[in-house]
């Protein structure tokens, strides 16, 4: 499985940003897909992740209500779409893909399979 993430840059505080995660692989080495971040000096941090086949999304509390990941299917591409940025949300995005389904709830690192390059995020104040 690969992965390949873009969209990032730089945006205003307040402004909106989607990131894409193109997928490409055997289908059943990513039922899970994911949304990370890491800022400079800091652990990766869960954001959100979409079961593949059903689409059913899961989302960190820190990030719920800003952040909605989508996925099209058609194009083996799942999204991240932020709003309401804030400095804070500066950092280095990746996708990243699991093998298994139950991966979906668990929001750890350690539980996903392959990773993306990563693109990064900048939200100046």
């Known amino acids: 499985v690969q992965l390949q993430a873009s969209g990032g840059g730089m945006v205003q505080a307040g402004g909106s940003l989607t990131l894409s995660c193109v997928v490409s692989?055997?289908?059943?080495?990513?039922?899970?897909v994911g949304w990370f971040r890491q800022a400079p000096g800091k652990e990766r941090e869960f954001l959100a992740a979409i079961n593949w086949i059903r689409g059913t999304t899961y989302s960190a509390d820190s990030v719920k209500g800003r952040f909605t990941i989508s996925k099209d299917s058609a194009k083996n591409t799942v999204y991240l779409q932020m709003r309401s940025l804030k400095p804070e949300d500066t950092a280095l995005y990746y996708c990243?893909?699991?093998?298994?389904?139950?991966?979906?709830?668990?929001?750890?690192?350690?539980?996903?399979?392959?990773w993306g390059q990563g693109t990064l995020v900048t939200v100046s104040s």
């Open positions: 990243a893909a699991s093998k298994y389904s139950s991966t979906l709830y668990k929001g750890v690192d350690h539980e996903y399979h392959y």
């Open positions: 692989g055997v289908p059943y080495n990513r039922e899970t």
